[in-house]
């Protein structure tokens, strides 16, 4: 069966940095296919998109919030997705997801496969 492990999330200070990784168990994803997108949700809150890379070849895409903080990439020998995240605020504080849809990013709608997540918590 298809599933998404999420890792890599943990415990910083304000201004920290953590790299969270999305690797497919089971089976190797073919990235020219599929796009890959992180989101997180804090308690109280709805998801919100964060990041997305594409799987084929269009641009990558974050949210205003993290612009220039965070990072995407994708090492498809491992099967992994990669978000690097710099500069992190008390408001990243989330747990962050990935998911799959087929094609182009599409501004984080219809996506699947979800992995159960990671906590990132920036706390001071």
């Known amino acids: 069966q298809l599933q998404l492990v999420e890792s890599g999330g943990g415990l910083v200070q304000p201004g920290g940095s953590l790299r969270l990784s999305c690797a497919a168990s089971g089976f190797t994803l073919d990235y020219s296919v599929y796009a890959t997108g992180w989101f997180r949700q804090a308690p109280g809150k709805e998801r919100e998109g964060v990041s997305c890379?594409?799987?084929?070849?269009?641009?990558?895409s974050y949210a205003d919030s993290v612009k220039g903080r965070f990072t995407i990439s994708r090492d498809n020998a491992k099967s992994t997705v990669y978000l690097q995240m710099n500069s992190l605020k008390p408001e990243d504080t989330a747990v962050y997801y990935c998911?799959?849809?087929?094609?182009?990013?599409?501004?984080?709608?219809?996506?699947?496969?979800w992995g159960q997540g990671t906590q990132v918590t920036v706390s001071s």
């Open positions: 890379i594409s799987g084929n070849g269009g641009p990558s």
């Open positions: 998911a799959l849809r087929y094609g182009r990013c599409n501004g984080g709608i219809g996506f699947g496969s």
